[in-house]
């Protein structure tokens, strides 16, 4: 892992880690330059997509809910 690599990452404070991969983000994001139109075809279809049925759609908290009742229950199948 990177961070594993470069100390002065390790030892910045949670805001600062936050901050970094922030301006990474945008940087990485800059220099990708624009999608290409299928990957712009492709984000039109799932929006509209959406919009024909927001009720498909799960939050964050479901998704993590749900990752955690998975993960409980390969854990007791281990047992």
Known sequence: MI??????IQ???VEEKLLL???I????YA???PISS???ALLDERI?????HPENVLTTDQITDHLRQLKERLAARRK
Request: aromatic share 8%; glycine share 8%; no cysteine.
């Open 11 to 13: 030892a910045l404070s």
């Open 21 to 23: 991969a922030g301006e």
């Open 48 to 52: 509209a997509a959406y919009r024909d």
């Open 25 to 28: 983000w945008r940087e990485a």
């Open 3 to 8: 961070l594993e690599t470069i100390p002065a």
């Open 38 to 40: 299928e990957t712009a």
């Open 31 to 33: 220099a990708a330059g």
